[in-house]
């Protein structure tokens, strides 16, 4: 089965930095990846995706990278917010109807 | 535009008790499951369906029944409560299958079993 793992299970960083959020996978079938935003109180919400053709996707603020090498995905947040401070979870998918997600990286800014 | 909707937001239950958490999508999408998202567990699948009349066991099925009459429903049914499911339930719907397209998830009903 699929296995997800977070390098970093809480993350503080100061209000203007960026950050990194990492995620591991171990089925190297897996070809989408999808990063969530989980707020306290309310469902994940999807930030952004990739597919495995790709190694890089940027959305607004958001850039995540694939590295398919070391079955590594990272979500990098630039100038990160107060309103940024949430949960991270990564789901990668791998052809069949069930996500695997990881269990989240605590992202809290301090202002 | 409502996106997923998942009522009630709050139960409490004795055990032994049983309920349905109801779950309703706008968006037409065919692929919809059912999440229970414990501490340090993350978001384990409990059933899911890919259309209407087509329902399929996830990960941790036991004690849950779902059902699938129609695009827009897919409720989740506890037949006798137990402490052990205690935990916060989470509805998602996608167009497609879930593991090519970003699943759309509700708020979450919160459930205590006492």
């Known amino acids: 089965g699929e296995s997800v793992g977070l390098h970093l299970p809480t993350l503080s960083v100061q209000e203007g930095d960026n950050s990194i959020i990492n995620c591991a996978y171990s089925?190297?079938?897996?070809?989408?990846f999808i990063w969530y935003k989980q707020e306290s109180g309310k469902g994940p919400q999807f930030i952004i995706d990739?597919?495995?053709?790709?190694d890089k996707r940027q959305g607004q603020r958001v850039t995540v990278l694939l590295n398919k090498t070391v079955k590594h995905l990272s979500l990098q947040i630039a100038a990160t917010q107060p309103g940024d401070s949430a949960v991270y979870f990564c789901?990668?998918?791998?052809?069949?109807?069930?996500?695997?997600f990881g269990k989240g990286t605590k992202l809290s800014v301090i202002p | 535009n409502a996106g997923v909707t998942q009522t009630p937001k709050f139960q409490v239950l004795k055990t032994g008790q049983s309920m349905t958490l109801q779950c309703a999508q706008d968006m037409n999408h065919e692929y919809m499951s059912w999440y229970r998202q414990d501490p340090g567990m993350g978001l384990r699948l409990i059933h899911y369906s890919v259309g209407a009349g087509i329902t399929d066991q996830g990960e941790v099925p036991n004690g849950y029944n779902v059902s699938r009459s129609t695009t827009e429903d897919f409720p989740l049914r506890l037949l006798s409560a137990a402490p052990s499911q205690t935990s916060v339930y989470f509805c998602a719907s996608s167009y497609g299958g879930s593991s090519n397209q970003p699943q759309h998830f509700g708020d979450g009903t919160r459930l205590s079993i006492l």
């Open positions: 990739i597919r495995s053709n790709m």
């Open positions: 789901a990668p998918g791998a052809g069949s109807y069930q996500l695997t």
């Open positions: 089925n190297s079938a897996s070809d989408y």
